[in-house]
């Protein structure tokens, strides 16, 4: 077997971080992307543009500010202090925050445009016939916006799979904690076992390609159901 | 399926009516409507393109929201701004169709027939699914997706799902507008059926005169955001002058034969058929004896007592009034002429017709215009 103990606990914990992350993107990004695609706010320019910071900034600068928000003298750190929760940096619940910052455009950008290209058509016919907006939200919006949602589903996932620099800056190394596939590799080649690096590359490059294989799939199988 | 649809029960003659302000502006846009309408029957509203008709129906259903608004149908109210009352679309009884039907696109016929039923109380429901399927001739469709229907088709469908809404308003726009000629054939007779059958009030807003005429009892005509005139269709206008009157292009079409054609001006003499009245206008020779067809628009013919001279009209020619048109609110009044077996139509304002003293059987000189050939007959 040329995975170690502490490959396959990297492998778990990165799945486990990524599903976290992708339901708690799914909650927190629908009603983000449902307002930047109905509201004529002038806020909506800027919250879009903070949403999207994380698509052209360094991770490492993401992980450097979250680094001291979350520790013991940041805001942050001092509330989960104050609330009993410790402190959260070098933690695996300090990596699913981070990891929901770094990947939030992922998942508000595809639900904002399948929200956009629904339209209002639909949303007034459900409210003529006795629908109200979050009855019409669910059993109109919601199937409407599926290849919205499975587009966000699936990117939010993978590039959570993929994150390096956010990872190294508020979680460290900790085997079991914080230790993910990306930064396993690191270790790795940092200590020469080409190897083990190369099992965990192979099948990141692996998974990433499945993934985004079955991503262009849906679109096409999308874009023959609507025409 | 010939017994009225149950869906209101007959209630004190002071409550059956619908009372409706509306005042809303955005933009260049200003709807400034009051009305009474009676609560039965089909009230069509007829416009042009941008006289408000929509906006106004859209503020019937609380889609739109207007600054100032009074709503009341049939004993309840349903908006009042002054005292800040605005009950939300899916609040009001309402039914609506859509012009381009907007069904839902992930559901099935019968998903989108239930959609609307599903969320009224069993109690409060009227109109079982049975019959608005019959009632559409749509029951071979319920399992297909929307977009394996045709337009015609879909917009049965959701002229069904608007009334398994139990409505006690039946809001429609332009639900025919959409379709060609022959998916329009398809529907028309449908909601000729509705019309017998059903006991509540219908806003049916059309540009189309012709379906304005089949379908209302009651007519609005809107004009700019305004009312320009409203009524009982019947003692309004007579049906078949509808169209003449709305339609800009009113015009009249009649037949003649080539009698002449001058070489030196370049005109062509026509012959009215059954009269001895002679129309010129510019066009290469035709033979003599040819029967031709000309156009003659009723904007373009006016109506004078005695014979003018040194006019620069051509065409004068003598005629004798048959029918006149005239619509309350409506600043122009139509005059149909005979000339020979042939009707010309002409269309003067309101105060030279009551200049005139124009009456039925009195002999004008119908002074033409423009008169263009349409073809060889």
């Not at chain 1, 595809?110 to 409210?127: H, K, R, Y």
């Not at chain 1, 290849?147 to 190394?173: C, K, Q, W, Y």
């Amino acid at each position: 077997m040329p995975l170690s103990n502490d490959d396959l606990s990297a492998i778990w914990l990165t799945l486990e971080l990524a599903s976290l992350t992708t339901v708690l993107l799914l909650l927190i990004g629908t009603p983000i992307a449902w307002w930047l695609a109905r509201t004529d706010s002038w806020l909506k320019r800027p919250v879009g543009a903070v949403v999207a910071l994380p698509l052209v900034l360094p991770p490492t600068v993401i992980g450097f500010y979250l680094l001291i928000a979350l520790g013991p003298n940041g805001y942050i750190g001092q509330l989960t202090e104050s609330l009993g929760w410790g402190i959260l940096t070098f933690s695996f619940t300090g990596l699913v925050i981070g990891s929901v910052f770094y990947s939030l455009p992922f998942v508000v950008q595809p639900l904002q445009n399948a929200f956009e290209s629904i339209g209002n058509a639909p949303l007034e016919a459900a409210a003529t016939l006795r629908a109200s907006k979050l009855d019409t939200f669910f059993s109109v919006v919601i199937p409407l916006a599926r290849p919205g949602f499975i587009t966000a589903s699936i990117l939010g996932f993978a590039h959570t799979v993929g994150e390096f620099g956010v990872v190294l800056m508020i979680g460290g190394n900790i085997p079991g904690k914080t230790q993910v596939v990306s930064v396993q590799i690191y270790n790795h080649v940092e200590t020469l076992q080409y190897t083990q690096a190369h099992w965990l590359a192979g099948g990141m490059l692996l998974f990433s390609f499945v993934v985004l294989l079955a991503l262009y799939s849906s679109r096409q199988a999308k874009q023959g159901w609507q025409s | 399926m010939n017994r009225p649809l149950p869906m209101d029960k007959p209630q004190d003659p002071a409550s059956e009516s619908i009372q409706a302000h509306f005042k809303l502006s955005h933009d260049s846009f200003t709807l400034d409507v009051d009305l009474q309408l009676p609560g039965k029957g089909v009230s069509g509203f007829f416009g042009h393109s941008g006289s408000g008709k929509t906006s106004c129906l859209r503020c019937f259903a609380g889609l739109e929201k207007p600054q100032e608004g009074y709503l009341k149908v049939n004993g309840e109210v349903w908006q009042d701004s002054q005292n800040g009352l605005f009950m939300p679309p899916h609040k009001r009884a309402i039914g609506y169709v859509f012009q381009e039907a907007n069904l839902f696109p992930h559901l099935s016929v019968l998903g989108n027939l239930q959609y609307g039923l599903k969320r009224i109380p069993s109690t409060l429901r009227q109109v079982p699914l049975q019959q608005a399927v019959e009632l559409l001739g749509i029951g071979h469709l319920l399992k297909r997706m929307p977009d394996k229907l045709s337009g015609g088709e879909r917009q049965r469908v959701a002229i069904a799902r608007a009334l398994l809404c139990s409505p006690k308003l039946l809001l429609m726009d332009e639900p025919l507008a959409a379709l060609d000629p022959k998916r329009k054939s398809e529907v028309l007779p449908y909601l000729e059926q509705l019309h017998g059958q059903l006991q509540i009030p219908v806003i049916y807003v059309s540009h189309s005169a012709d379906e304005i005429g089949r379908l209302a009892d009651h007519l609005v005509v809107l004009e700019d955001g305004r009312v320009q005139a409203t009524g009982p269709l019947k003692q309004t206008l007579v049906r078949d002058d509808l169209p003449f009157i709305f339609e800009a292009d009113a015009e009249a079409v009649v037949d003649g034969h080539v009698c002449d054609f001058d070489q030196h001006y370049r005109l062509l003499s026509i012959r009215l058929n059954g009269s001895d009245s002679v129309l010129k206008l510019p066009h290469s020779m035709l033979e003599n004896g040819q029967p031709v067809r000309v156009k003659i628009k009723a904007r373009d013919v006016s109506i004078n007592l005695q014979k003018a001279h040194d006019s620069s009209i051509l065409n004068l020619i003598p005629a004798q009034v048959v029918s006149i048109v005239s619509l309350d609110g409506q600043a122009q009044v139509l005059i149909h002429a005979a000339v020979g077996e042939e009707h010309i139509v002409a269309r003067i304002t309101r105060y030279s017709f009551d200049r005139l003293k124009l009456l039925p059987q009195q002999q004008v000189w119908l002074q033409i215009k423009s008169v263009s050939l349409l073809g060889t007959a």
